[in-house]
């Protein structure tokens, strides 16, 4: 799947598993198209992997997600999995989003698959 907002970095780390940041900074009319790649990565991961649960719990994947808008107040930003929409306030400016998606070498092996041609 091609992706023009997420550049995705990965770590590997010695017990298999990886994490995949990406950072992306959009103005307002942006804000659209890069939630659309949010969406589409997280839709995979849940429907590949079942529902985000943390490592520590026994889950398969997990993520974190986390946005500051232009004067680099938090903004909420969720993904509700049940609807597969991302949900992130209206804003003026310039908003960024910190994309945090980490799994065991399964994940990790398939993600790469996905996304990171």
Same mark, same amino acid.
């Given at each position: ?6 550049? =995705?970095?990965?770590?590997?780390? #010695? ?21 659309? #790649?949010?969406? &589409? ?24 997600? &986390?946005?500051?808008? #232009?004067?680099?107040?938090? /903004?909420?930003?969720?993904? #509700?999995?049940?609807?597969?929409? /991302?949900?992130?306030? &209206? ?7 910190? =994309? ?18």
């Amino acid at each position: 799947m091609e992706l023009e907002y997420l550049l =995705f970095d990965a770590t590997d780390e #010695e017990d298999g598993s990886c994490s995949f940041d990406a950072l992306a900074s959009v103005t307002p009319d942006h804000i659209s198209p890069l939630a659309g #790649e949010i969406t &589409q990565v997280l839709g995979w991961a849940h429907r590949s992997f079942g529902a985000a649960v943390p490592a520590e719990d026994g889950g398969g994947w997990d993520f974190d997600l &986390q946005a500051v808008g #232009e004067d680099d107040a938090p /903004l909420t930003i969720m993904y #509700e999995a049940a609807s597969g929409r /991302l949900v992130l306030p &209206q804003v003026r400016g310039r908003v960024t989003v910190a =994309f945090t998606v980490s799994g065991p070498r399964a994940f990790a092996d398939a993600f790469r698959e996905a996304f990171a041609g």
